[in-house]
């Protein structure tokens, strides 16, 4: 790391409703005014979690428990360069307080960007709102009575973010399907994500898009409004960079391991997962042979969570 580079601990503390502590810094400091998660500056000799437990200790009167990454990535301020490492903290003994004075809020997720927050912030609110599983339809197939029956039972399951992919299909059937889709996911608070454009996305009602990486290569701005998901597919390293230059808001990399569908792709392994997504300022799901089981690996090598088909389709596909 370049010496000049601060190297931040921030810790986003979940209660057990969901909700996210944040604070607002002192006026007096960089960034004064605005709205952070806690934490700070590493300091010589320290562990990023030893920072974390001491920042948290000092700026809310917290001892961590249970922790565990969030995000990683370089922001370039214009005055100093900073790497945030980024962790949520599921479990701490103590009352948070601001015990430097500092006003703290608790805050739903979907509620954070009412808050002027620092301007390096928005992968880590995407992150929080984001759930661990991004589950994925099979191709629909003829009985489409039959998956939609599975899709409640996959609903059933605790899915809160589903994508419809159903490429075998054209415009005007995918889009009746979606709005079907769209009447069981909607009402049980499911996000549904669907493919093809905004326009469609609006009328079904859906939460957001689903695009491949090659769909934004002219772009390096985004070109979906700011109020829906833009969630890419990715396969390598300089895919999520163009991902991230285009505007989305998540992506999905894959394979991490050989699957029937895709047998000839070669798998990336945990290890290439990891270094490919590094310092992607995005959330990025782990697709191609994962599931449910794999989540903690998943964390711990810089994934937002998992995605799949097999693993959350509730009959064999
Ligand atoms: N704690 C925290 N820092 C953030 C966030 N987002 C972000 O860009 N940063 C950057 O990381 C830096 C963290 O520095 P800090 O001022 O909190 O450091 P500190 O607690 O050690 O402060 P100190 O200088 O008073 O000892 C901020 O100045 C800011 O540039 C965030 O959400 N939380
Ligand atoms: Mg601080």
Redesign the pocket.
């Known amino acids: 790391m370049h010496a000049d580079v601060?190297h931040?601990a921030?810790g986003c503390l979940v209660d057990p409703d969901g909700r996210v502590l944040i604070a607002r810094?002192p006026a007096d400091?960089?960034?004064g005014g605005k709205w952070?998660?806690?934490?700070?500056?590493r300091e010589p000799g320290e562990s990023i979690e030893q920072t974390l437990a001491r920042?948290l200790d000092e700026?809310l009167g917290v001892s961590l428990q249970d922790t565990r990454p969030l995000l990683r990535f370089h922001?370039a301020?214009r005055d100093?360069p900073?790497l945030?490492d980024i962790h949520c903290v599921t479990a701490w003994t103590g009352e948070p307080h601001g015990r430097e004075g500092q006003p703290v809020a608790w805050c739903e997720p979907e509620r954070l960007t009412d808050y002027d927050?620092?301007?390096?912030?928005k992968p880590?609110v995407d992150a929080l709102c984001l759930p661990a599983a991004y589950a994925i339809s099979p191709e629909p197939g003829p009985d489409h009575a039959a998956f939609l029956a599975q899709l409640s039972a996959l609903i059933a399951s605790d899915v809160r973010l589903l994508r419809l992919r159903a490429n075998e299909l054209a415009d005007p059937a995918y889009e009746a399907l979606a709005t079907e889709v769209a009447r069981v996911t909607g009402p049980a608070g499911v996000d549904l994500i669907v493919d093809r454009d905004a326009a469609l996305c609006r009328r079904v009602g859906a939460a957001g898009l689903h695009w491949p990486a090659s769909r934004l290569t002219a772009a390096d701005s985004r070109l979906v409004p700011s109020d829906l998901w833009l969630i890419v597919s990715c396969h390598d390293r300089a895919e999520l960079l163009q991902a991230h230059r285009g505007g989305a808001d998540a992506a999905v990399l894959s394979p991490v391991r050989s699957t029937p569908t895709h047998p000839d792709a070669r798998p990336l392994d945990w290890p290439g997962f990891a270094e490919a997504r590094a310092d992607v300022p995005l959330p990025v799901y782990a697709l191609g042979g994962v599931g449910p089981a794999d989540l903690d690996t998943a964390w711990h090598h810089g994934a937002q969570g998992v995605s799949g088909i097999r693993a959350f389709w509730p009959v064999p596909v």
């Open positions: 601060l931040i921030v810094r400091k960089p960034g952070e998660f806690p934490g700070g500056k920042e700026e922001h301020y100093r900073v945030l927050l620092l301007s390096a912030n880590i």
